[in-house]
């Protein structure tokens, strides 16, 4: 008779583990190894199995499944979007994750994903930079400060080498809340009055506002030659934050264009509006900064694989550490044929 | 400043709170509020989001998740299905699910589903064969004697009122194994040598096998007029259990028709060939068992919908009980614009 397996009990990484695991790395360290696993991931983007998320829509916002896999591992997010919970002190995106291995079908690690995400969302975003912006770029304007701003803010720092951000939100508070956040991190933090302000000397402009509706955030004049813009806010049909006028002067740069499509700031460009995806920069397929005085665009919207590169990150970065639990998730009988058999015994004694 | 919400803690019941609630309650009592729940929810199958499950399949296996929703909660699958597995003395299938608010997007139930899964596959059984089976239905063939055979007898004894189980497997040591769990357990239990010896008497024949290539469990001459077959085994592509000719003397009663004719007996049929969605005979708009004489045939694949019930179900079992857990699952900020600073301030001492 088999016994039962370990493979019963599946490595739990909570919220507090996560935050234990972040501090024990370091931030930026944390930010370096997810860039390191996601641009691996995207080195071999030809192996994964791609599909455009499982969206459950309601008046109120959308429930999501992002799963994918390299034929050795599966992984899957659960994410919701509610614009409105922020108004009801509840989180507009909350996430957590799994990973399985292809071959049992077993999970092998699950876990919360809501700051997971928002450090895969900033190393995505700096090792798009790392390939696309001018080189020496030392100053990133931050337009919208809310919850991803200072992880883009580290990120950039850690994987691009800024020194300075320059922060600007409609609502003052909100760039308060991030200068007060990153102060003593090692970066020249910078409040700004206003979006053109906040651009002054950038050479990486990234957006992240959270308004559900077509708005304009760059306008055509505000953006000069010579910059790349990280496009994190435009992430769901209706939604987006940059001009056409700026898209036509653009080489625009995608993770998987039959998503973006739908979600990114290329939804107000015709279908066929030539881009480049992202992984073939990285390869050598494809040409990535033409020159200096290019505006390239990074039209970020966030794919299943980067969750999947940060689940695989996780599962090697906790081991041997403290930072997970076991849960009992997956019932697992002495003899798999005797489910029934495993229950009647743990009746207790009558 | 608003306070963490304790949303962001999630209610988890584990293979062990499972079982300990299940035992709680009685296994008998347990079956008959999943099939109480299971019918409410076909009673208002159109309100339900409804597609065919998402699979990743690979050489060894599938795993899948399966989503829906009623407009107010949301809750989906995730389960593999590996039947190499049982020689390596793993679950051929391990499942979990969740439940989350629609309006807030914030999950409300995690739970193992391994166990949850076997009940409500045997209440969905049970179910259908109230509405299908002859009046009178005494005694049951249990064809295929593994993790199954089991639930499937007490859901068949506690809501069509059966007295008898007679079990058949090509192995005998599956047999020996069903009967020793279902002794004491107020069925008369009967093993049998032969399918046509576990069909004497039988007005309802549950046939569930679990090999993955077209077998012929059931062919047309073992099968007399007047009975219900409940057809569980046949659950993908390339796995069904009965002949054909059997289907085409049958009243063919199915879940979900997108799904069954791809995974159920069907798929040896036509396309077109007609069927009745279970849900229509539960509400009246289509007929059941036209006569005593009638082959009725449940075609079932599992869907979506009864694990979404299945869930239901166990959300309010588990109230003030000690069934749970609560899972640090969700990251909560005081403001949910500051996910930094929470991860800031949770920097241990320097």
Known sequence: MTQPSDKALVPFVSVDHMMGLIHHLGIEQTLRGLADYIEADFRRWERFDKSPRVASHSDVGVIELMPTSDGEAYGFKYVNGHPKNTSEGLQTVTAFGLLADVYTGYPVLLSEMTILTALRTAAT????????????????????????????????KAICGIDTVRLYDIDPKATQKAARNLAGMGLRVVECKSAEESMEGAQIITTCTADKQYATILTDNMVGSGVHINAIGGDCPGKTELAPAILYRSDIFVEYPEQTRIEGEIQQMAPDHP???LWQVITGAAPGRRDARAITLFDSVGFAIEDFSALRFLRDAIRGTDFFAPLDLLADPDDPRDLFGMLRRAAPPA
């Open 125 to 156: 975003s700096a090792m798009a930079a790392k390939y696309l912006a001018p080189g020496e770029s030392r100053v990133m304007a931050m337009i919208g400060n809310g919850a991803q701003a200072e992880f883009q803010s580290l990120a950039m």
């Open 275 to 277: 881009v480049t995806e």
